[in-house]
């Protein structure tokens, strides 16, 4: 199958790239800027803002920057930014007024600024306040999440007056520009973004109007990426998209022949006759496993995914493919059929809860996680009670949860009103919060006595409790987190990047804690959860 997505001149290209960056030493000076500038990203939101200040990243640095060890010590400060809540875009208001200084009252932050230094606003915050982010001198440059290819000449154009470019596009996806990462050397993890945009139109969401329309890269250029990356030693690669599961590159010939199909019992708001109806391309299953082939000792995890877009051929190619993770993101929003239909999601709380069944069923141990909204327009405590009974019946090992955020230039800001108090909004959040912590404790207690596939990661922020000697940290499958001691019974150290079966013993909030038994192959060595070598580990 790799065979038909051949890349070679480029590939070979990308692991000189890596093996150059992976042999110089992380804390080493920055070279001199070959335009006598530095630069430094200050990153903020989801993945795709990590995966987009790489992207930047390598623009900068091949426009002649360097990038600088700390904010105060660049010529340039970046700010990638995140607008999807209230809370996200007030502490970047902070963080610029700080860039710039205090003004006495009755003073422009402008007299303030510090000598020579330019500040840009990148992603969807610039997207979204555009010339608003000029005031008081705040921003010298704004930048769109489709524009960053016009950085180095708008940074050069700074001294003729503020710049901006904030126009979406129908095409743009970096997809030859290979992202320069902050740390090289790790090998724990690495996004690839293989789809921007997102068509979907939920009526809570800004993502469409300061990400555009989707497209998704060339299936050539993705591969190229994953297997540089997997050469370099990276062994969990995350690929990325705002709905990621429904990437299509419809100009590559496809081995598999899938159409477009949708999750059984979903008819999505948005609809396209004439995507759907394409029949030639790869779609996302198919790109999921030529991945994992790519790159066949490395975990493979996909995210941000919607519900809708979970056919039975992606359910299989997940179970099927020994190093994709075993794990799946279905962000189910709400547990009422009226919020549901309000949110323009397109499904219903009994079809989100049969695509749970067919994916637990496909996908034997899936571990679960979801996104939920508190208080959305409308919404009745009968509405808020379904949601907490979707969350205590599905039981979850990780949620994202938040009290709606009324964003301007979405449908619900236009069209709805935001009628549920503030305090009614965290009643129920922190109802939810609860909701989810119960059923999230009941896994967590369920593991204990399992053995677990983890990637190391590095030291814990904190070792266990009277516990003597060192340990690492690493998640599983699930993206929990497990704590154990740094080496195997027979003595020998663990290191960031390995993988290893461990057996977890006890369990302590929202940490799982156990003791390594055997180092695994790759990702795709499953452990053996009744060996000898467990047994002997633990003495049983």
């Given amino acids: 199958m790799r065979r038909l997505f051949s890349s070679q001149p480029r590939l070979a290209a990308l692991r000189r790239k890596l093996k150059h960056e992976a042999r110089a030493p992380p804390a080493a000076a920055p070279a001199a800027p070959s335009n006598g500038s530095s630069f430094f990203i200050e990153t903020r939101g989801c993945q795709m803002n990590v995966s987009d200040s790489e992207v930047v990243r390598s623009l900068l640095l091949d426009g002649g920057y360097g990038e600088a060890t700390s904010a105060a010590a660049a010529d340039v400060v970046l700010l990638n930014t995140c607008a999807i809540r209230d ?3 007030a502490k970047v208001w902070t963080r610029l007024r700080d860039l710039r200084g205090r003004a006495p009252h009755g003073v422009k932050l402008a007299a ?3 000598p020579r230094q330019t500040v840009a606003v990148l992603g969807c915050m610039a997207e979204r306040v555009e010339e608003g982010l000029f005031e008081n001198g705040l921003a010298d440059v704004v930048v769109g999440p489709d524009a960053y290819r016009e950085l180095p ?3 050069g154009n700074v001294g003729s007056g503020p710049q901006m470019d904030t126009k979406l596009s129908l095409v743009e996806d970096y997809g030859e520009v290979f992202p320069t990462r902050a740390d090289p050397t790790m090998r724990h993890g690495a996004f690839v973004s293989v789809q921007r945009g997102c068509n979907n139109a939920c009526a809570y969401c800004i993502v469409p109007y300061t990400r555009g329309r989707e497209r998704s890269r060339a299936v050539t250029t993705v591969l190229d990426e994953v297997a540089a990356l997997y050469d370099a030693g990276v062994r969990e690669i995350t690929l990325l998209g705002q709905n990621v599961n429904s990437y299509h590159d419809a100009k590559t010939a496809s081995a598999w022949g899938l159409p477009r199909e949708y999750s059984d019992g979903f008819v999505p ?3 396209s006759a004439k995507r759907d109806g394409m029949a030639d391309g790869v779609r996302f299953a198919e790109l999921l496993v030529a991945v994992a082939e790519a790159a066949p000792d490395a975990r493979i995890r996909f995210t ?3 519900p809708k877009d ?3 051929a992606l359910l299989r ?4 493919t020994p190093n994709v993770a075993k794990q799946l993101h279905l962000p189910a929003q709400s547990g009422s059929d009226a919020v549901l239909r309000s949110m323009r999601r397109g499904y219903t709380d009994d079809a989100y809860r049969a695509l749970v069944d067919r994916a637990r069923e496909t996908i034997p141990g899936v571990a679960l996680s979801s996104d939920f909204i508190a208080g959305f327009c409308g919404e009745s405590e009968a509405d808020h009670d379904a949601t907490v009974a979707l969350i205590e019946d599905i039981r979850y090992d990780m949620a ?6 009324s964003r301007d230039r979405t449908p619900a800001q236009r069209r709805l009103d935001d009628d549920v108090p503030a305090d009614v909004k965290n009643r129920r959040l922190n109802e939810i919060i609860a909701a989810f912590r119960a059923g999230r404790d009941e896994l967590s207690h369920e593991a204990v006595g399992e053995t677990h596939l983890v990637l190391v990661e590095g030291a814990p922020k904190r070792a266990p409790a009277g516990a003597d000697g060192t340990f690492v940290t690493g998640r599983n499958d699930g993206y929990r987190k497990i704590v154990f001691p740094d080496a195997l019974p027979d003595g020998t150290a663990l290191a960031e990047g390995d993988f290893c079966h461990v057996y977890v013993d006890r369990v302590e909030g929202a940490t799982l804690f156990g003791v390594a038994v055997a180092r695994a192959a790759g990702a795709g060595d499953r452990p053996d959860v009744s060996g000898a070598e467990r047994r002997a580990a633990v003495g049983s």
């Fill in 310 to 312: 979970f056919p039975d």
């Fill in 400 to 405: 994202f949860l938040f009290a709606y955020s």
């Fill in 304 to 306: 941000s995914p919607h």
């Fill in 317 to 320: 190619a997940v179970a099927d």
């Fill in 269 to 271: 708001f948005v609809k």
């Fill in 87 to 89: 809370k996200a875009e």
């Fill in 112 to 114: 303030h600024r510090r």
């Fill in 153 to 155: 000449r708008l940074l």
